[in-house]
């Protein structure tokens, strides 16, 4: 199974920073990576895809980066909406795999 | 617009079986790859099962051999049939759609609200 290691496990952030989360396979996945947006009470929200693909409807201010096994979400500027967890898939294989999640508190 | 909607949740003993439900609008079960991922109390998101357009199936090692995901074309409808239940089943229970016109099927672009299992005596 391909393990995904997401990290920090939480950061503290204020509204117009730029926050970056990263995310390791433990094998290549080439560029199968999505990114997922979760917020309280409510269902994920596909942001990224094949690790840099922008999701219709997502604010431009979501970028992914990667392939192989390292992989980086960025937030240029954190807007209040924005604070919630994320969440990295491989979608290279099965099992589908998630990583643990990143919680963007203030 | 392209909705899924679950059912089928509740408090269940352990050892118990339960069958969840997800009715979709919008797009066709069976043109699609369709799946459900469950999330623990606190936790973080874990894939449970898939079923291709093809009608194949797999399974995470945690749920084989007691789970079973299905659906029926003229209801639209997925489903999850849960048996032998275990307190670590306790999660709340997503259907989604594999979206096959990205690279990977693997993509989840549309999810239902979800529905809650308790497996508790």
């Known amino acids: 199974d391909i393990q995904m290691t997401q990290s920090p496990s939480s950061r503290s952030a204020s509204v117009g920073d730029r926050v970056t989360i990263t995310c390791r396979a433990s094998q290549s996945i080439r560029s199968y990576l999505n990114w997922y947006q979760q917020k309280p009470g409510k269902a994920p929200k596909l942001l990224i895809y094949?690790?840099?693909s922008l999701q219709g409807g997502v604010p431009s201010r979501f970028s992914g980066s990667g392939s192989g096994t390292d992989f980086t979400l960025t937030i240029s500027s954190l807007q209040p909406e924005d604070f919630a967890t994320y969440y990295c898939?491989?979608?290279?294989?099965?099992?589908?795999?998630f990583g643990g999640g990143t919680k963007v508190e203030i | 617009e392209v909705q899924l909607v679950e059912t089928g949740g509740g408090l269940i003993q352990p050892g118990g079986s339960l069958r969840l439900s997800c009715a979709v609008s919008g797009l066709t079960v069976t043109s699609n790859y369709m799946t459900w991922v469950r999330q623990a109390p606190g936790k973080g998101l874990e894939w449970v099962s898939i079923?291709?357009?093809?009608?194949?199936?797999y399974y995470a090692d945690s749920v084989k051999g007691r789970f079973t995901i299905s659906r029926d074309n003229s209801k639209n409808t997925l489903y999850l049939q849960m048996n032998t239940l275990r307190a670590e089943d306790t999660a709340v229970y997503y259907c989604?759609?594999?979206?096959?016109?990205?690279?990977?099927?693997?993509?989840?672009?549309?999810w239902g609200q979800g529905t809650l299992v308790t497996v508790s005596s």
């Open positions: 079923i291709y357009s093809g009608g194949s199936t």
């Open positions: 989604a759609r594999g979206d096959c016109g990205r690279t990977s099927c693997y993509t989840f672009d549309c």
């Open positions: 898939q491989q979608s290279y294989s099965t099992p589908i795999t």
């Open positions: 094949d690790a840099s």
